[in-house]
């Protein structure tokens, strides 16, 4: 007898872009949840899915522990505020647009200043297989080995996004760590376990390394589903509580 194949649901563009968006809002509040971004030193895009050339994120001066969807802003390819109310980050801007652009296939990209993961970058070198989260990022990374820590125009934004390439993060060499993500769950739970992962390096010494086989193995089954997304999941209960507070 055969079986009936489970029908993916459709969404509408407005239902996927008020999901994307509270996510956003949502990342926000999990990176002040770890005492990140407390001088503004960060981002986090959404790309929205009728004018996928644009992408939402928050808007310029909102402390991060209190972000709403009404925080967010609507930026366009030329870094021109196009829906929402306030002042484009420009920074974010440099950075977010040249990989949203490169990448068809990223929804989001986090960055912001962490303890660990910024002065791990310092040290200019890729990860090591040496913990069970590092291997999510086995050959799955990058490093933009450049000193242009101040990005100020889109070009050097293009030069993170080549450095990047297909992979799901970068280090960004004495600037600190940054990933993205076919959702925004995915991406910023990603960068959490990136930021954890730094510090596992900053703190051990002498590792003995996991082997390439192993660490294949057990790559293959943490990302099955989304290792980003269970981890937003679990980070949104953990701080948040109801996640529909964001839109209130």
Not at 78 to 103: C, M, T, W
Not at 136 to 163: K, N, P, W
């Amino acid at each position: 007898m055969s079986q009936a194949r489970a029908v993916k649901p459709e969404f509408t563009p407005e239902q996927v872009r008020i999901r994307r968006k509270r996510d956003c809002a949502l990342g926000y509040r999990l990176l002040a949840a770890q005492r990140w971004g407390d001088t503004g030193d960060g981002h986090i895009s959404a790309r929205d899915p009728a004018r996928t050339d644009c992408f939402w994120m928050l808007r310029y001066g909102v402390s991060y522990h209190e972000v709403k969807v009404s925080d967010l802003v609507l930026v366009n390819p030329k870094g021109e505020l196009v829906e929402g109310d306030g002042f484009v980050n420009e920074a974010g801007y440099y950075i977010h647009y040249p990989i949203l652009n490169s990448r068809a296939d990223a929804v989001s990209a986090v960055h912001v200043h962490t303890g660990w993961g910024t002065p791990f970058s310092a040290e200019a070198r890729l990860f090591d297989t040496i913990t069970q989260e590092s291997t999510i990022f086995f050959e799955d990374h990058a490093l933009f080995d450049d000193e242009e820590v101040q990005v100020q125009s889109t070009d050097a934004g293009q030069r993170i996004a080549d450095a990047l390439g297909k992979t799901r993060a970068i280090i960004l060499r004495n600037h600190g760590l940054l990933s993205v993500g076919d959702s925004v769950a995915e991406a910023v739970g990603s960068f959490i376990i990136m930021e954890r992962v730094a510090e596992s390096h900053m703190k051990v010494r002498n590792a003995k390394p996991i082997s390439a086989e192993a660490a294949r193995f057990a790559q293959q089954d943490l990302v099955k589903g989304g290792a980003g997304r269970r981890a937003f999941a679990a980070l949104v209960q953990r701080h948040i509580g109801n996640p529909e507070i964001v839109s209130q």
